[in-house]
């Protein structure tokens, strides 16, 4: 598939699946963002890739807004989103705190 006139937005792009996801899109001909947590990881995982690196906590609204501002700043738009952040808390549910649970919500 070609897809250089992609243009994508992965979070969760600095290791992992999104990671090679990235990769992929960018071997095809997309034009890549990817964000993550960690300056270091996204620095590294951005060089390596080609791709705009943004840090970027997708479970904090100012740190989303920030990131498409960005996205669209330096792409002209984007027309593939890859919402591949998260993370998950193993344990029964009746024994899960409730920030907890809302903290994986609000990163899904």
């Known amino acids: 598939m070609d897809l250089k006139h992609g ?8 290791s992992g ?9 960018r071997d095809r001909g997309a ?9 270091d990881a996204v620095e590294q995982a951005a060089a390596e ?5 943004i840090v970027a906590d997708v479970s904090r609204e100012e740190d989303v807004v920030r990131m498409v501002q960005r996205v ?6 984007y027309n593939i989103l890859i ?14 705190k409730a920030d907890d ?8």
Not at 7 to 14: D, F, Y
Not at 31 to 39: F, P, S, W
Not at 83 to 96: E, K, M, R, Y
Not at 101 to 108: D, L, P, S
């Open 72 to 77: 669209i700043s330096e792409l002209g738009d």
């Open 17 to 25: 699946i999104g990671y090679a996801t990235a990769q992929l899109l």
């Open 31 to 39: 034009d890549v963002a990817i964000c993550g947590r960690k300056a």
């Open 7 to 14: 243009k994508a937005l992965i979070t969760g792009g600095s």
């Open 49 to 53: 890739l080609g791709a705009i690196g």
């Open 101 to 108: 649970f809302r903290r994986v919500w609000e990163t899904h």
């Open 83 to 96: 919402n591949n952040a998260g993370f998950g808390s193993w344990a029964p549910l009746v024994d899960i």
